[in-house]
């Protein structure tokens, strides 16, 4: 009889040493996968000069964005995330890269050179307005925001930024993420207190109200990331040009659609 139960607690034991080899083994290939993208062949040099500000692997790992997942890249500029994601998500997922009028202006349709001759053949550029999204309801399982969010609060005197209700514009991003859908939020940070005020004139945010302004939105903070900190920043100069280009510190949080 004890060696019996000798026998029962081995097949225990093994079992439960087996499981976490199995989440041991399964946090290794979640960790490759980021790092396999920012790594796979025939990135640009352009590219491979921002991950040392930008720390996609580090960001994306955050964010949890899994192969088969239908993703979109808000905002995306000249498609940097776009092209990652187009890794991560793989054959079977699906990377949306939408930009407004604006950031087409802005970008010099640069994504056209990713997108060409069926490099990246998951990914589908769309011209956007930000309001009213031609996407069904809950089609998404997830979102990144990069370094745009504030742009949602910019109302710009020259007209070259269309002006934004903010909470239409949240509310369409809630409309669109599966519940349970993961938004990612990286966002240039502004000093603590100032909330919307410095995202026209410094474009930036700050990092307590854009979380409670999610919050409200219909999401539920899930984790945040120091991988873009930089404490020397003093959080009073502009952020796109200037000596602050590639030094200012950035949030990084992940929420849930609820």
Do not use: C
Request: aromatic share 8%; glycine share 6%; proline share 5%.
């Amino acid at each position: 009889m004890p060696a019996l139960k000798l026998r029962v607690h081995d097949t225990w034991l093994l079992a439960a040493l087996l499981s976490v080899a199995a989440l041991a083994s399964g946090s290794a290939l979640a960790a490759d996968l980021y790092s396999a993208a920012v790594e796979a062949p025939g990135r640009s040099a352009a590219d491979l000069k921002r991950d040392a500000i930008d720390h996609p692997a580090e960001v994306l790992r955050l964010a949890q964005i899994r192969p088969g997942m239908r993703v979109a890249d808000f905002l995306a500029g000249n498609g940097y995330y776009s092209e990652l994601l187009s890794h991560i998500v793989g054959p079977k997922g699906q990377v949306l890269l939408l930009n407004n009028e604006a950031y087409e202006k802005w970008s010099g349709k640069r994504w056209q050179g990713r997108l060409e001759n069926a490099r990246l053949p998951n990914v589908e550029h769309r011209t956007i307005d930000a309001e009213h999204l031609d996407l069904p309801d809950h089609s998404l399982d997830a979102l990144l925001l990069i370094k745009v969010y504030h742009d949602f609060y910019w109302v710009d005197k020259d007209h070259e930024w269309p002006k934004m209700d903010p909470n239409t514009v949240l509310n369409e991003i809630a409309r669109v993420l599966k519940p349970g859908g993961t938004l990612l939020l990286v966002d240039h940070s502004a000093k603590p207190g100032t909330g919307s005020a410095d995202a026209g004139t410094l474009h930036r945010i700050d990092e307590a109200y854009a979380r409670a302004d999610f919050e409200k939105h219909g999401f539920s903070f899930v984790t945040s990331s120091d991988a873009l900190r930089r404490p020397d920043d003093p959080r009073d100069a502009l952020t796109y040009e200037g000596p602050m280009v590639g030094k200012t510190d950035r949030f990084a949080l992940v929420f849930h659609k609820r």
